[in-house]
């Protein structure tokens, strides 16, 4: 089985900064993208940003210039640094990762989510 866990969320006033972290455990044998979805109340999921096991990243042109995705491979873990965050950021932000485990079956894992909220 394998296993994604945020942290990091929390209230944040307009302009401020946050640094969500996402850690991968469990029997991996490899991790092939991770990254960041949010869904705010009443909206759908979204894409915000991934990080391709090349290095590729991809954002949501919502969040280009103000977010960064990053990876640290040795730790499985996966960063989300999100700075002049508006109001409209306020969703709750879910981890996501394309994971082949042991016995070499891919599947997409998502971690149990982690509220933001971007008010004064």
């Known amino acids: 089985q394998v296993q994604l866990v945020e942290s990091g969320g929390g209230l944040v006033q307009p302009g401020g900064s946050l640094r969500l972290s996402c850690v991968a455990s469990g029997r991996i044998r490899r991790i092939n993208t991770m990254g960041w979805y949010r869904q705010a109340p009443g909206k759908q999921r979204e894409l915000v940003a991934t990080?391709?096991?090349?290095?590729?990243?991809n954002y949501a042109d919502s969040v280009k210039g103000r977010f960064t995705v990053s990876r640290d491979n040795a730790k499985n873990t996966v960063y989300l640094e999100m700075n002049s965050l508006k109001p409209e950021d306020t969703a709750v932000y879910y981890c996501?990762?394309?994971?082949?485990?042991?016995?070499?079956?891919?599947?997409?894992?998502w971690g149990q989510g982690t509220q933001v909220i971007v008010s004064s």
């Open positions: 996501n990762g394309d994971i082949t485990n042991i016995v070499f079956r891919t599947n997409v894992y």
């Open positions: 990080f391709s096991s090349a290095g590729v990243t």
